[in-house]
């Protein structure tokens, strides 16, 4: 028979021992509140992280609207002296002295094909978004030429259509047949069910309008008038269109007076990343602070002023 071996009474007690119910419960506790602060530091994480991403793609739209509509509105009655061209003709025969139209809200009948004349433009009525019409003459320089034969373009990238017109030329002085493009841009804001508002433009080119960029929400113009004769503009200060419409009766005079354009874009992020609605409060274009915002989508205004360099008397 082998012989039994006797543990000694430490060694017993010391294999018998374990957590009590109150050590255990304690343990669990602290594993929940470490958890719970990991969980809180990643949420927390996370949030700043979306907000900053919303935040940059907001600066992203604002500038590239800004830039877009800056740059056309910058060229508005842009019609070069030609060098050839006789002093009585010096330039193309484009229409310069109604260079630029704008809409305290939508223009009621945008399409560039049934309204060359711009006094045809009409509102669909004030309040809402703003638009603007804007002409110039075009090249492969002031427009992103086609990759096909080099022609200008409209603002949605459209060959524009080639103006044959009628001018003197120095040597010799006889009336000569020159070709020539005009862009004719039209820039509103606009919303569908399935798409978010955005700047839409519709060009002369014969294309369907078109959103150039998106969660624009809204757009807004105000004018300096300015005399026409005076080299440097003395503007006291800016008007709307309904304002402007009201200054003279005849249409294309008082449009000719516009010698500044303030442009104001209002810009909403993608998604609802706003923690709450006082945090997604926000400034809108005419100053005041909007507290009760629609959703927690986070929005910011952009503002720029442009100078039209290209006026002309009419």
Do not use: H
């Given at each position: 028979?082998?012989?039994?071996?006797?543990?000694?009474?430490?060694?017993?007690?010391?294999?018998?021992?374990?957590?009590?119910?109150?050590?255990?419960?304690?343990?669990?506790?602290?594993?929940?509140?470490?958890?719970?602060?990991?969980?809180?530091?990643?949420?927390?994480?996370?949030?700043?992280?979306?907000?900053?991403?919303?935040?940059?793609?907001?600066?992203?739209?604002?500038?590239?609207?800004?830039?877009?509509?800056?740059?056309?509105?910058?060229?508005?009655?842009?019609?070069?002296?030609?060098?050839?061209?006789?002093?009585?003709?010096?330039?193309?025969?484009?229409?310069?002295?109604?260079?630029?139209?704008?809409?305290?809200?939508?223009?009621?009948?945008?399409?560039?094909?049934?309204?060359?004349?711009?006094?045809?433009?009409?509102?669909?009525?004030?309040?809402?978004?703003?638009?603007?019409?804007?002409?110039?003459?075009?090249?492969?320089?002031?427009?992103?030429?086609?990759?096909?034969?080099?022609?200008?373009?409209?603002?949605?990238?459209?060959?524009?259509?080639?103006?044959?017109?009628?001018?003197?030329?120095?040597?010799?002085?006889?009336?000569?047949?020159?070709?020539?493009?005009?862009?004719?841009?039209?820039?509103?804001?606009?919303?569908?069910?399935?798409?978010?508002?955005?700047?839409?433009?519709?060009?002369?080119?014969?294309?369907?309008?078109?959103?150039?960029?998106?969660?624009?929400?809204?757009?807004?113009?105000?004018?300096?008038?300015?005399?026409?004769?005076?080299?440097?503009?003395?503007?006291?200060?800016?008007?709307?269109?309904?304002?402007?419409?009201?200054?003279?009766?005849?249409?294309?005079?008082?449009?000719?007076?516009?010698?500044?354009?303030r442009i104001c874009v209002l810009i909403r992020s993608e998604e609802a990343v706003a923690p709450d609605a006082a945090s997604a409060g926000y400034t809108q274009c005419d100053g005041t602070t909007n507290s009760s915002p629609p959703d927690l989508r986070l929005?910011?205004?952009?503002?720029?002023?442009?100078?039209?360099?290209?006026?002309?008397?009419?």
């Amino acid at each position: 028979m082998s012989a039994i071996r006797s543990v000694p009474p430490g060694a017993r007690s010391l294999r018998m021992s374990g957590l009590s119910l109150v050590e255990l419960m304690v343990s669990i506790a602290i594993g929940l509140v470490v958890t719970i602060a990991v969980l809180s530091s990643y949420i927390g994480s996370l949030g700043a992280t979306r907000m900053a991403e919303a935040q940059v793609r907001m600066n992203e739209d604002g500038q590239a609207a800004l830039t877009i509509l800056a740059q056309t509105i910058r060229m508005a009655g842009n019609n070069p002296k030609q060098q050839d061209y006789a002093s009585t003709t010096p330039r193309n025969p484009i229409t310069t002295t109604f260079i630029i139209r704008g809409c305290d809200g939508t223009f009621s009948n945008i399409d560039v094909a049934a309204t060359t004349n711009y006094a045809d433009l009409t509102c669909a009525g004030s309040g809402g978004p703003d638009s603007i019409a804007v002409r110039y003459e075009a090249d492969r320089y002031n427009t992103v030429p086609n990759t096909a034969g080099g022609l200008p373009t409209d603002c949605l990238g459209q060959d524009l259509p080639v103006i044959t017109g009628n001018v003197l030329k120095n040597v010799p002085a006889v009336p000569t047949d020159v070709t020539y493009t005009v862009a004719d841009n039209r820039f509103y804001v606009s919303s569908t069910v399935s798409l978010s508002p955005g700047l839409y433009c519709k060009g002369n080119g014969g294309a369907t309008a078109q959103r150039l960029v998106e969660n624009v929400e809204d757009l807004q113009f105000i004018y300096g008038a300015a005399p026409i004769a005076a080299a440097t503009p003395p503007v006291a200060g800016y008007i709307t269109a309904s304002t402007l419409d009201g200054l003279d009766p005849d249409i294309a005079l008082r449009w000719s007076k516009v010698a500044t354009v303030r442009i104001c874009v209002l810009i909403r992020s993608e998604e609802a990343v706003a923690p709450d609605a006082a945090s997604a409060g926000y400034t809108q274009c005419d100053g005041t602070t909007n507290s009760s915002p629609p959703d927690l989508r986070l929005r910011k205004a952009y503002s720029t002023t442009v100078v039209l360099r290209n006026r002309q008397a009419p």
